[in-house]
């Protein structure tokens, strides 16, 4: 599909959803919600058809598959990078220093990996070299990225000479003098596939560098070009630069990385001011244009030569994969089996919002250029057991509209309506931080909110709509004559809220201790991703054993966590082993006594540095920390203050218990971890919204009681829906911790750990901190959420 048709495509689905939302008409809003449920997942399988490489008897690809497979399923391209050390001013040669590879690392992860969802591996190897790995295997691909990764992006602007044109000839010629301080410097430009040069005098130190640049960005009017904006610094010199142009006439050059791309004058009367800036000119194709403006958002201190490159072998064994895919397709088919068995027909229909849910899921991955990798797939796994949660609040609300008496018919509708502001509060919440956590953040990080941000909107696309739709086209055709569903929890009347004190106690001594034990283990807490280790590059000479009897002969040395691959350059082949600090002797060791037919050698050991960056780890903390700021400040114009101050205790209390629990246990945090740790988040606040919900609306009813009471028994209302979807995302997380392999058993625990904690603070937690904060300087809670309400009022009266 062409961007055009995309465009208007786009357009055209949009229409359709305000239509449907404003729409009161029940036909036009069962045939609007079937034609955007049915366009949209036509156009996600198209997205991702075919979703996998097809191959032909031979094993060779015959049609490349739309969701790309990561370094661990598929294996990739490795490159070996190295700095260039440039001369001073003095012609001295300078030393790479590790912020010089700091910052190339960086650079280079945002070229090559713009929205966080390629998954590359990118660490500094050695004191003046990077190892970059991307996915895949793609010929067109990999010319792309060799140009991200060596192009420099050193930009300068320098002042044309007044009287170029007249004095460059002469010059030539020998009848003039160079002037001081100038250069001649030849701008080529293509035109109607022909060459053109053209010889320009200017200055040899620039006027202005793009260090000052701040954003750039690919733009298409009469021909492609890049538009820059400067900082302030950047912006006012800019300016001055301009209006000297103006002023004498002349032109301003523009050089990438030593080269004129173009040498414009400036008509703009006195200089150009607000600090933006435009490249254009010399027939720029659209991907040159997109690769410049990330190229000069992302320029290169030091220059580099890729020095090696390789193609890798998958960094997971066959029966790791293996085990990932099973332990994930059992996860899918426990959720499908318990929403079917317990809600029965309900459950049915929620089974069928989930399979388009899963289609939204995919489609999205494909045009979003989502890497799938064995976490990833748990993660998708995890996100279905999730997206349960809104169909089991939509069908516990019926169950309580069909006990009060109501026609199907009135409860289909009562509850659809009553469960929409929980669904959209406790997604809106999560839809924030994915949102910041995709602005602020780089790298993994970013690309967890591409995802996040990918299954929160499917899944309330497919509760909202898709469920909806079924229900009204059911009633509607008289299919639905009565709705059953299993009822395994009754009503309660536990009184929570009445064992506060020893719940939170309980819960500030659980964190002291295992914050006194993960300061004890110190960076024994840290796996490879944050401390760097090892990478061990052996040589065969002789027949070379797979990677799987490489695994397990590692495991015999407690180095199962070592990443194993196979490298091949043009004529020779190597076995790699990134593993932790210090045991490359004792693997080197290990193997060529285990393999001797191998007759391998060591062809290399380096220290390979920590794929968690001081910048990547600095983004993700801010990002999280505006994430939560963003949660308070919703929450408290949603709800109340005390709300908002509830939701984050008892989120910072999931996430520290989880890190905590990790600790204790003895194992290791890793990138695969941030992700869990960042979906525990997720799911933390969306457990807590959905009990606020539910307080919120007893209060506003006028329900007669004590503030606490009503808490309490809002509590108990939303305990079925809180321990049904907390067994569904246990069970499948249960599958994946069991069944899934050594690879996937730290995520698992950790969404074990966090999904329990999380349950437990909704209720124990999040509800007493509410409490508790709204009573402090005798303000009243109840007051207050009528207010909110009714902004107009006087406090005093909402109180009669």
């Keep these: ?105 960086e650079v280079i992860r945002k ?44 930009l300068e602007f320098r002042l044309v000479h007044p009287e170029s044109s007249r ?88 050089l990438l990385d030593g080269k ?50 390789r193609t890798a072998s998958a960094s997971l064994g066959e029966d790791a994969i293996s085990s990932g895919v099973q332990a994930g397709l059992l996860g899918v088919a426990m959720t499908v089996i318990c929403v079917l068995l317990y809600y029965r027909f309900a459950g049915l229909i929620a089974n069928l919002a989930l399979a388009v849910n899963i289609v939204f899921l995919f489609g999205a991955m494909a045009a979003f250029n989502v890497v799938l990798t064995l976490p990833g797939i748990a993660g998708i796994i995890l996100t279905v057991g999730m997206a349960v949660d809104a169909n089991v609040l939509i069908f516990e609300r019926l169950r309580e509209e069909l006990a009060a008496g109501k026609s199907i018919k009135a409860a289909v509708n009562a509850a659809f309506e009553k469960a929409f502001t929980a669904i959209f509060d406790s997604n809106v919440t999560t839809l924030i931080t994915s949102i910041i956590l995709f602005w602020q953040a780089t790298g993994p990080v970013k690309g967890f909110a591409v995802t996040l941000t990918i299954g929160i909107i499917a899944s309330m696309f497919a509760a909202l709509i898709v469920t909806r739709n079924l229900f009204e086209w059911g009633l509607n055709a008289g299919w639905i004559k009565q709705i059953k569903m299993t009822n395994l929890i009754g009503a309660t009347h536990f009184d929570f809220l009445g064992k506060r004190k020893v719940a939170l106690g309980f819960s500030l001594a659980v964190i002291a201790a295992l914050a006194v034990v993960f300061a004890v283990r110190g960076e024994k807490n840290f796996g490879v991703d944050f401390k760097g280790g090892d990478r ?33 350059s043009a004529n020779k082949e190597f076995l790699t082993v990134r593993s932790n600090a210090g045991s490359s002797n004792a693997i080197s060791e290990l193997l060529i006594e285990q393999f001797p ?21 600095r983004n993700s903390i801010i990002a999280l920390v505006l994430g939560m700021i963003g949660i308070f400040f919703y929450v408290t114009i949603q709800f109340e203050m005390s709300f908002a101050i509830g939701a984050i205790v008892a989120l910072l209390h999931d996430v520290l218990i989880t890190v905590g629990a990790f600790a204790l246990v003895g194992r290791e945090m890793s990138l695969i971890i941030v992700g869990a740790v960042l979906t525990i988040a997720g799911y933390s606040i969306n457990d807590t919204i959905v009990v606020y919900d539910r307080i919120r609306e ?30 569904v995302t246990l069970l499948t997380t249960a599958g994946l911790y069991v069944f899934g392999g050594p690879v996937l058993n730290d995520f698992a625990f950790a969404i074990l750990v966090g999904v329990i904690v999380g349950t437990y603070s909704s209720v124990f937690i999040a509800a007493p901190i509410v409490l508790w904060w709204s009573g402090k300087g005798g303000r009243d809670l109840r007051a207050e959420i009528k207010q909110s309400e009714r902004p107009d009022e006087d406090p005093k009266a909402a109180t009669a």
């Excluded at 969802?117 to 991307?134: C, F, K, M, N, Y």
């Design 1 to 105: 599909m062409t961007p055009i048709a995309t465009f208007f495509s786009g357009l055209g689905l949009l229409a359709l959803f305000g239509w449907y939302f404003f729409t009161d008409n029940e036909r036009a809003k069962r045939i609007l919600g079937t034609v955007l449920t049915v366009l949209l997942a036509a156009f996600c399988l198209k997205a991702v058809t075919p979703p996998f490489d097809k191959k032909d008897a031979a094993g060779k690809v015959v049609a490349t598959g739309k969701i790309a497979l990561g370094l661990d399923l598929r294996g990739g391209t490795a490159f070996l990078i190295r700095l260039i050390a440039e001369p001073d001013e003095q012609g001295n040669k300078r030393e790479i220093t590790p912020t010089m590879v700091d910052q190339a690392v």
């Design 167 to 254: 004095l460059v000839p002469m010059i030539q010629a020998g009848q003039e003098v160079l002037p001081i301080g100038y250069v001649i410097e030849t701008m080529t430009d293509e035109r109607e596939g022909k060459t053109f040069t053209d010889k320009i005098l200017v200055k040899k130190k620039p006027d202005l560098l793009g260090d000052t640049v701040t954003r750039a960005a690919a733009y298409l009017e009469t021909e492609w070009g890049v538009s820059m904006n400067f900082n302030s610094i950047g912006a006012e010199k800019f300016f001055q630069l301009t209006k000297q142009v103006y002023e004498e006439n002349s032109r301003m050059a523009i």
């Design 111 to 154: 070229r090559v990996d713009q929205l966080g969802t390629s998954e590359p591996v990118i660490a500094p190897a050695g004191t003046d070299r990077i190892l970059v790995q991307i996915p895949g295997l793609d010929p067109k691909k990999l010319e792309d990225t060799r140009e991200q990764l060596k192009k420099v992006a050193k």
């Design 536 to 568: 061990l590059v052996l040589e065969a000479q002789g027949p070379r054993p797979n990677d799987n009897d490489v695994r397990k002969a590692l495991e015999t040395i407690n180095q199962s966590d070592a990443v194993v691959q196979t490298e091949k």
């Design 698 to 727: 007893g209060i506003k009813s006028g329900r007669k009681g004590s503030v606490q009471s009503i808490m309490n028994q809002s509590v108990n209302e939303t305990l079925s829906r809180t321990i049904l979807t907390g067994g």
């Design 260 to 309: 004129i791309i173009s040498a414009p004058g400036v008509k703009t009367e006195g200089g150009i001011a607000g600090g933006r800036a435009q490249i254009s000119g010399g027939n720029m194709s659209e991907k040159e244009a997109r690769n410049l403006a990330s190229a000069l958002e992302n320029p290169l201190q030091t220059p580099v030569s890729i020095e090696e490159e």
């Design 597 to 617: 037919e191998a007759k391998f050698s060591v062809a290399g050991v380096e220290r390979v540095g920590k794929l968690v960056g001081n910048e990547l780890a």
